[in-house]
């Protein structure tokens, strides 16, 4: 099974109502305060639920009631979820208890630094230094959002989805059903060496639940929402370290206290329903204790109290190792950065094992470890920073041998965003001692796969697969070397092909625990990069947003992010040419997928970024292209027919399941960059990513802020329907070494400021060319002699914009930004169409920026700076030629004089709804090709809020395709006369017609 | 999606919620039940719907309301003062120039645009600001000789 599989299960795909006819969607309502603290559960109680006020909704609700468990049932996601909604409950509110944490509090104080959680004080001899380390009950909800179904019927049970603690998850469910254990089915996706349980196994029981309940299949959608369940569970674990330091620096006394020992936390269906008493769950803490966690360093006096919590009930050592690891290996490192030693030769300091200080000496030797950490900070755009941190383990083997046990140092490289939050592993250099055996190619192998499991739910990242090993990525940044020494028993009996999940379940528990240093060396590499202490995990971005934002304050690094963001004022030139540098040195992963993450904070950005990204998209037409015939802005949805195939433009609203909500900065800008989706798949240049490269990248932060503040809203948009080989998106990559340049704007210096400034907005983010360039056969844009000479886009052609211009009168500098402007010049006629909502858009932007972008026009289409008297003179010939027809068209004139004269004919007398430029001066009249006029007619001009274009009715329903084909004909005579006619106007007004009732619906 | 726009027709101010690209000729049939201006061929083509905007003649039917924002609207209804019907309505009267009446709305505000532009048009510019208006009815001389009266034109007899 693999990740897809475990995402869409027996065939269910997103689209509701594929569950077959007998399937449902389920809703969970959890209660409004629900928490577990130090074993005891608390919530609400439910009092009454008013199903009348669900009864009348489509969609056949149930309502599920167990204890205080409540779900909606519905035949689709979207009615159970409106039934939720509208669900009418009772609930009384916790008082008794008193003290409910807002939510989100809990999480918060393990984050970063907080009074209380530290205590250090000065001892008699050196320092004395106390520290807390967390683990939450659950980690985030998977890799991305999906289902998780349940079919309970006929005495048995079906379960599809994520887990990482397929046992656990089992259990739960034999308590929560009363099946026995062999009439449940898992058909789970064991994540990869999970560090722990996470919501799948919440939603599993949800699902189970109300299954039960209605007698039918029913799928939950397992996403963001259920980062409540997150933050209600709480801690599962909390130790306590201590340490004395003497007048060296040496560690005198070392202690280590399990504070809480909560284990595995049962799923909060299994509190809801009334299954679980609620004040039985600490029962763990009273049962035998196990041994002492074992620790590889030697201090002169050292006292580890075991983990009060049975083997039996907790079920899976590994993570229990990984806890106990993270919590000695964040605190070591802590006492070394607070002594202001190498946390590196501290450990060695306490090592008393030949085997462990040679590993450590090979791999810092490796990875070229110095102290204090030199975090190179050249190429970096102002917003990362970067760090290395270490960690150590050594464990005793399956028999309790510490000698024959593995060894295991690892030093990571990370980056931070300090913006968004996002941390990326850049290198990793591991070392692991084994023992005897080598098997050097079969050890890095699983190295790749569990350090990709062990990073994969810290981070909400990956490292990209094929830039693995040393021969992989060359000189890249991302690598990871496998430092091998006498590997001493082969690590598991089946070798690790491929990323198969199954196998790696197979694994025995204990290979989990090599792993233990992989959360600790992250969390001291965040510390190296930040100067803020992760004592729980995980890393993932809103949580390091959140530290970093509240660490500001003190250390006054929100004062620095202030002022970077004031700075960047509104200089988009100095933009654009100061911060590529960075675009450049930053390589993401290539075609990896990069995790998604929580929408962030509508409050994260300042309002004055904000109110820049809105600019850059208004430049960037974004709504022009990702907005349906009649939709919500930027939901997606329009159609765009290519050579290729149809193509329907995507969701960017920040809605998590159907748009870019859960898209991380470094992700949304790899798509403008380079066209790589966040999911990694490559992305048709239909959308002009080959121009948005082009963006600074302080315009492209801004116009990331911009849009994750918008309202998100829920739409999926159709499938694409390309042709093949055009539907192989991996093509792409092909396509885009050919034609592809991600290099960001280079002003060129022999050109004035305004000139590169209006090629920077017409080049980049205008994207000018996508529709004013021509296209070859495989769908890039051509240069040279070809750049902006013209091409039909949609329909409609964009005439062009060089030297080739058959406007009638030569455009003028001043006529474009007139044009541009107001959507209308005298002397050349209104833009309509496409065009319509680009001028729309431009109508934001700052003057200096329009003026800029007609300069830069101009300058292809050697056009003089005003308009000339000759122009003028030429203009009223043309007007006056034309103001009686010679055609001997009577059919036609007839059609004219019916329908558009009383708009298009100067009777003398001033009309307000009169047309404002003459045809005789209509560029597209003048045209090689009669589309623009075809569609004017049929369609009709709109654009009602750029009062310069003015408002044409569409006559499609009123003329026939021969009325429009005649009247066509006409116009090209008269007003055009010195054209040659058309040819095949006819075909040309049949085909339009059908290409809009197509994309009109 | 709705907007709240502020119109000012016939001296009067209204705030309206209503989707920017809605006709004029519907907002004031609909919202402001001002039925003076009808509804012909919806194209712009008959001149049924003929409104004044700033005093020039408009065509309701094919104008998105929000183009009328901050102009001044006068309609059939806004003609008459207090101190009677407009002249144009009178020499209407007079001449007894309608049928069935649809296309009367047009003709009367035509005029009342040409007069404004030009207080003493001659029986050429009338019979050419009428052009684009239709008649069904056939009542073309009786409009003629309407117009030509509130023109001042007192010559009864030839009216072509």
């Known amino acids: ?108 104080a393990e984050s970063s630094r907080h009074s209380g959680n530290t205590v250090e004080t000065a001892a008699p001899q050196g320092r004395y230094l106390t520290r807390h380390y967390g683990w939450p009950s659950r980690m985030r909800w998977g890799d991305e959002p999906g289902w998780v179904v349940a079919d309970h019927a006929h005495d048995r049970l079906d379960v599809w989805g994520p887990t990482a603690t397929p046992t656990l998850l ?30 799948g196994d919440d939603a599993a029981a949800d699902a189970t639940l109300m299954s039960r309940a209605v007698g039918r299949p029913v799928a939950v959608w397992l996403d963001a929402s259920y980062v409540r369940d997150v933050e209600s569970l709480g801690q599962a674990q909390r130790i306590a370290v201590s340490a004395e330091l003497n007048a060296q620096g040496a560690i005198e006394r070392y202690r280590n206290r399990q504070e809480l020992a909560g284990s595995d936390t049962p799923v909060v269906a299994l509190w809801l329903s009334g299954v679980l008493d609620t004040q039985r769950h600490d029962d763990g803490a009273t049962s035998e204790p196990v041994s002492p966690p074992f620790s590889p360093y030697t201090f002169r006096d050292q006292r580890l109290a075991a983990p009060g919590v049975s083997r039996e009930v907790h079920g899976d050592d590994g993570v229990l190792e990984l806890q106990h690891g993270f919590a000695r290996e964040s605190f070591l490192d802590e006492v070394a950065r607070t002594s202001g030693q190498d946390p590196v030769a501290l450990r060695l300091r306490h090592l008393d094992d030949r085997r462990g200080v040679e590993l450590i000496e090979s791999v810092t030797r490796r990875a070229g470890w110095v102290w204090p950490t030199k975090a190179n900070e050249e190429g970096l755009s102002a917003d990362v920073n970067r760090g290395r941190g270490f960690a150590y383990a050594q464990l005793p083997d399956r028999h309790g041998r510490i000698d024959e046990g593995v ?137 390091v947003r959140q530290a970093l934002q509240g660490e500001c304050g003190t250390s006054g690094s929100e004062a620095t992010a202030g002022r970077r963001l004031s700075r960047w004022r509104w200089r988009w030139l100095a933009g654009a040419a100061v911060a590529t540098a960075g675009a450049a040195a930053m390589l993401w992963p290539w075609k990896s997928p990069i995790a998604p993450v929580a929408r962030p904070a509508a409050n994260l950005y300042s309002a004055e970024t904000i109110e820049r990204g809105r600019l850059v998209a208004e430049a960037g037409d974004c709504a022009v292209c990702h907005t349906g015939q009649g939709g919500i802005d930027n939901a997606g949805g329009r159609a765009f027919d290519t050579p290729f195939g149809t193509l329907y433009s995507t969701n960017i609203t920040p809605d998590e399941a159907t748009g870019i909500g859960n898209w991380s900065y470094a992700a949304f800008e790899r798509a403008m960059r380079h066209g790589i989706s966040r999911d990694g798949r490559h992305l048709y240049p239909a959308f002009p990513y080959t121009a948005f490269a082009k963006t600074s990248d302080a315009d492209m932060q801004a116009l990331y802020a911009y849009l994750m503040a918008q309202p998100a809203v829920s739409a999926e948009p159709p499938a694409n329907e390309l042709s093949f080989p055009f539907n192989m998106r991996a093509l792409m990559a092909g396509w885009n070494a050919l034609y592809h340049d991600a290099a960001p ?30 296209r070859n056969v495989l769908g890039a844009e051509q240069g040279g002699e070809r750049y902006l000479a013209g091409a039909l886009v949609e329909g409609w052609e964009a005439p062009p914009l060089n030297a ?37 858009g431009l109508g934001e932007l700052p003057e200096s920026d329009v003026r800029a972008i007609a300069h830069y026009v101009a300058a292809q289409m050697d056009a003089s700076v005003n308009d000339t008297d000759d122009a003028r003179s030429q203009a009223q010939q043309l007007v006056a030629r034309s103001a009686a027809s010679t055609s001997g068209m009577e059919a036609g004139e007839r059609l004219f004089d019916g329908a558009c004269a009383s708009c298009h004919v100067d009777t003398g007398l001033p009309s307000f709804t009169q047309a404002k430029v003459s045809l005789a001066l209509n560029t597209n009249l003048y045209s090689e090709r009669p589309d623009n006029v075809i569609q004017s007619i049929l369609g009709g001009v709109h654009a009602t809020n750029v009062s310069g274009i003015g408002e044409m009715p569409g006559f499609a329903d009123s003329f026939s395709d021969s009325q429009v084909t005649t009247l066509v004909e006409y116009l090209r005579a008269r007003f055009a006369p010195g054209e040659p006619a058309w040819s095949g106007v006819a075909e040309r007004v049949s085909q339009i017609r059908k290409d809009d009732n197509k994309t009109h619906g | 999606m709705t907007r709240t726009l502020t119109l000012t027709v016939n001296r009067q101010s209204h705030r309206i919620a209503v989707a920017p690209e809605t006709t004029l000729l519907h907002v004031l049939r609909n919202d402001l039940a001002l039925n003076g201006p009808k509804y012909g061929c919806g194209l712009g083509e008959c001149g049924a719907c003929t409104v004044l905007v700033d005093g020039l003649a408009a065509r309701a039917c094919v104008l998105p309301v929000a183009a009328v924002v901050g102009h001044e609207v006068t309609t059939l209804e806004g003609l008459a003062t207090a101190e009677g019907l407009d002249p144009v309505q009178v020499a209407f009267i007079e001449e007894q120039a309608a049928q069935c009446g649809y296309c009367l709305n047009g003709m009367i505000m035509s005029v009342r645009a040409l007069l404004n532009h030009d207080p003493h048009p001659s029986k050429q510019a009338i019979r050419a600001a009428l052009e684009h208006n239709l008649c069904r009815c056939g009542t073309h001389v009786e409009i003629l000789k309407a117009a030509y009266r509130a023109a001042g034109h007192d010559d009864e007899g030839e009216c072509v």
Request: charged share 25%.
């Open chain 1, 407 to 543: 060894r295991s140092a690892w030093i990571a490289d990370i980056e931070v965003n300090r913006i968004t939050g996002d941390v990326s592993l850049t290198r990793l250099v591991v070392g692991q001692d084994s023992g005897p055996l080598v098997d050097t190619a079969q050890l890095q192998e699983i190295l790749q796969q569990r350090v990709l499991g062990v990073a994969r739910p810290l981070l909400a990242r990956e490292p990209s697969f094929d830039e693995w090993g040393e021969n992989g990525g060359g000189e890249s940044q991302s690598k990871l070397t496998a430092e091998t020494r006498d590997v001493a028993r082969a690590p598991c009996s089946t070798p690790m092909k491929g990323s198969d999940g199954e196998q790696v379940s197979a694994l025995s528990p204990l290979d989990e625990a090599d792993l233990s240093p992989g959360v600790a060396v992250i969390a001291n590499a965040l510390f190296d990069a930040t100067g803020v202490r992760f004592r729980q995990p995980p890393f993932t971005a809103p949580r």
């Open chain 1, 1 to 108: 099974m693999n990740g897809s599989a475990s995402r869409r299960p027996t065939g269910i795909d997103r689209r509701p109502g594929s569950l077959g006819g007998e399937g449902r969607f389920g809703v969970v309502i959890r209660p409004p305060v629900y928490r577990l603290r130090d074993g005891t559960f608390v919530c609400s109680r439910l009092l009454g639920v008013d199903r009348n006020s669900v009864a009348a909704l489509p969609g056949r609700i149930e309502v599920v009631i167990e204890g205080n468990f409540v779900g909606v049932v519905a035949t689709s996601l979207q009615a159970a979820r409106e039934a939720a909604r509208r669900l009418h409950l009772e609930w009384q509110p916790l008082t008794a208890t008193g003290d409910s944490p807002p939510r989100g509090r809990a999480l918060e």
């Open chain 1, 804 to 840: 080739l211009s058959r406007s009638p009168i030569p455009w003028s500098e001043e006529a474009l930004y007139r044009y541009l402007r107001g959507g209308e010049s005298e002397l050349h006629g209104v833009a309509s169409g496409p065009m319509a909502p680009v001028v729309a």
């Open chain 1, 170 to 199: 089992k259990r739960d469910l034999m308590a929560l059903t009363g099946l026995p254990q062999e009439t449940i089915d898992l058909h789970c996706t064991a994540q990869a060496s999970g560090i722990g349980r996470h919501c």
């Open chain 1, 745 to 774: 704007f280079r002003p060129d210096p022999s050109r004035s400021d305004l000139y590169n400034r209006g090629a920077y907005l017409a080049e980049g983010l205008g994207h000018c060319s996508a529709c004013h360039s021509p």
